[in-house]
């Protein structure tokens, strides 16, 4: 399984701030994406990070809100921009490895909590 | 729209029992279903299923995908305390745009008590 970490495993914001998330992955994986799980939800996914172009952002779900970098094939990062209290959930990076048969594995998650 | 449903949503039992969480699922291109066990923030894999019929086994854990049905189901046998957790089910997409997302369930609260 591919090993995955996330930084900042928390945080607390203020209302109209914007924060970004890391997520680095131990070896090179073809596919990387974003979720947020929501207090007492399932996981829902926002967008695909794909490597060297723009993200593939799912319905209800916008750029301009959750902008979503891959530089290269093991970095990846969502920001999460002009936060609300509704926003409060927790973000989780998961990922895909090469030549795997689709199995995805998560990163430990960020619990963002918007005051 | 792609669905994936489980049942139950909680499940409350004792030491020993055994239980039987259910997904079932209806979903365009079709690939494979995933169990994921979650405890605190991450969804920690169990197992992936893609063939019909045949049973994945880890320990007390076991689980079967029907593909004719479009149900899977996720046995664990003499629960233990530490089996408490949220299980999630997820379809893989195998096709066009959806290539490889995951579609989740909404999880089954299992509560072990001693």
């Known amino acids: 399984s591919a090993v995955i970490s996330q930084k900042p495993s928390r945080d607390i914001c203020q209302r109209g701030t914007s924060l970004t998330i890391q997520c680095q992955v131990d070896?090179?994986?073809?596919?990387m994406f974003w979720y947020r799980q929501q207090p007492g939800q399932s996981l829902t996914l926002i967008a695909t990070?794909?490597?060297?172009?723009?993200?593939?952002?799912e319905s209800g779900f916008v750029i301009d809100k959750f902008p979503i970098s891959r530089p290269n094939l093991t970095f990846s990062t969502l920001t999460v921009s002009n936060m609300s209290p509704e926003d409060s959930s927790i973000y989780l990076c998961?990922?895909?490895?090469?030549?795997?048969?689709?199995?995805?594995?998560f990163g430990p998650g960020t619990r963002l909590t918007v005051t | 729209e792609d669905k994936v449903v489980q049942s139950p949503l909680s499940l409350v039992v004792h030491e020993g029992d055994t239980v039987t969480l259910n997904c079932s699922y209806e979903v365009t291109n079709f690939r494979s279903l995933l169990w994921y066990k979650q405890e605190k923030k991450a969804p920690t894999f169990l197992f992936m299923l893609t063939s019909s019929g045949i049973e994945k086994k880890s320990g007390r854990l076991s689980s079967i995908l029907d593909k004719k049905e479009l149900f899977s189901i996720l046995n664990i046998t003499a629960t233990q305390t530490g089996d408490s957790a949220i299980y999630l089910c997820?379809?893989?997409?195998?096709?066009?745009?959806?290539?490889?997302?995951?579609?989740f369930g909404q999880g089954t609260i299992l509560t072990v008590h001693p």
């Open positions: 997820a379809s893989i997409n195998a096709g066009g745009t959806s290539y490889g997302k995951l579609t």
């Open positions: 990070a794909n490597q060297g172009s723009e993200a593939t952002y």
């Open positions: 070896s090179q994986v073809t596919m």
């Open positions: 998961s990922a895909t490895r090469t030549g795997s048969s689709y199995e995805q594995y």
